[in-house]
């Protein structure tokens, strides 16, 4: 038996809070208010987190997708997804 403590990464870790986070941003009142207010600055921590750490992520979900990539291979992202999206005409 190990005399180590483990490490509880919720107790020692801040969270969002989730119903908060929603309702803050439904009081945006249009696109660009919830891009500067929220998608901007959790976009950038995001990526200088994943970039400082080497990461590559790839999230998707039902209707999202958020790609962190090495390096600068978000145009060519963009015009991949955008391409696809021109396809099915809901862009």
């Known amino acids: 038996m190990s ?3 483990k490490y509880n990464r919720k107790k020692n870790s801040e969270t969002l809070d989730k ?3 929603y309702q ?4 945006c ?3 660009e208010d919830l891009n500067e207010n ?3 600055p959790f976009t950038k921590a995001l990526v200088d987190v994943c970039g400082s750490r080497g990461y590559v992520i790839n999230i998707y979900g039902d ?8 390096d600068n291979h978000s ?3 963009y015009k991949i ?4 999206l021109d396809e099915l005409d809901i862009n």
């Open 24 to 27: 803050d941003m439904n009081k």
């Open 29 to 31: 009142k249009t696109a």
């Open 63 to 70: 209707s999202c997708n958020l790609v962190i990539s090495p």
């Open 38 to 40: 929220f998608i901007t």
């Open 75 to 77: 145009e060519n992202i």
């Open 3 to 5: 005399d180590k403590k």
């Open 19 to 21: 119903k908060k986070v």
């Open 81 to 84: 997804i955008n391409s696809y």
